[in-house]
């Protein structure tokens, strides 16, 4: 990312922003321009949580490899997320058991929710960005 | 109340700008304030003078256009996301400019309410 000082934008409100991953990695542009968004309102040292559910879990799939699709891997980013204070990262027990993925299956620590505790979370947040 | 306003769909392909631009209407109908719409994925074809579609049919853009016209509504693209499609300032519509995702975050921080329209 080019533009990824610290920004403000003068109000020193700090929000909490949710950011909601339910689509796989590739076959749409949403998982990648969706990364650029969390980065960016990270740099506005906003209070940013990650959350991925749905086909969303497999973005942070071991193991992916694009060559025979011929598209960019975006994938190391999610391990540099914690390089920019994004440390909340949590995943959608329901979407990892129907898709037959354990914590070890992923390339980062996250904490692994119900849908009970998912709602209590959303619930808090000012902001939630779906992609 | 103010609201800003994400849409990520490009026009007529998704229904996604259109319910977005009729929330908008009405919401600013209703007294509340859209101060801006921040236009990402491929949402940035809205922005796109070039669209040329049947009489018979609503023009996505223009009616974007009209919008801020008439109430001072900020029609911001994102820069990378445009960059990827070919949308460039050579082909904005009126009142749409080009800037980056800050303006986005913006929306979310400063404003009761920030409400997408896409997938």
């Known amino acids: 990312m080019s533009d990824m000082d610290d920004m403000d934008d003068g109000s020193g409100i700090i929000k909490k922003f949710m950011f ?6 590739h076959g749409t542009v949403y998982a990648l321009e969706g990364l650029e968004v969390v980065l960016i309102t990270a740099a506005f040292d906003q209070d940013v949580s990650l959350v991925f559910t749905d086909d969303g ?3 942070l799939m071991k193991g992916i490899d694009t060559k025979g699709i011929e598209v960019k891997d975006f994938s190391k980013t999610y391990r540099a997320l ?24 992923l390339i980062v620590d996250v904490t692994v929710l119900s849908v009970d505790e998912m709602a209590n979370l959303m619930a808090e947040q000012d902001v939630v960005i779906s992609f | 109340m103010q609201f800003g306003i994400l849409v990520n769909e490009g026009p007529y392909s998704h229904q996604a700008s259109d319910t977005a631009y009729l929330f908008a209407r009405t919401a600013i109908e209703k007294g509340h304030k859209v101060p801006r719409v921040f236009f990402y994925h491929d949402g940035v074809y809205n922005a796109s003078r070039l669209a ?5 049919d609503r023009n996505v853009g223009a009616r974007w256009s ?3 016209a008439d109430h001072g509504v900020d029609l911001v693209v994102c820069v990378a996301a445009a960059q990827r499609r070919g949308i460039t300032d050579g082909v904005l519509g009126d009142n749409f400019r080009i800037s980056g995702l800050g303006q986005l975050v913006e929306m979310g921080i400063q404003y009761d309410r920030l409400v997408t329209f896409g997938d």
Request: charged letters at 35%; hydrophobic letters at 30%.
């Open chain 2, 52 to 56: 040329t579609p049947p009489q018979d």
């Open chain 1, 20 to 25: 909601l991953n339910r689509k796989a990695p």
């Open chain 2, 66 to 68: 009209k919008l801020a």
């Open chain 1, 57 to 59: 879990v497999f973005q």
């Open chain 1, 82 to 105: 914690e390089g920019y204070d994004i440390e909340k990262l949590y995943v959608d027990q329901a979407s990892m058991d129907a898709r037959g993925l354990t914590e070890d299956d």
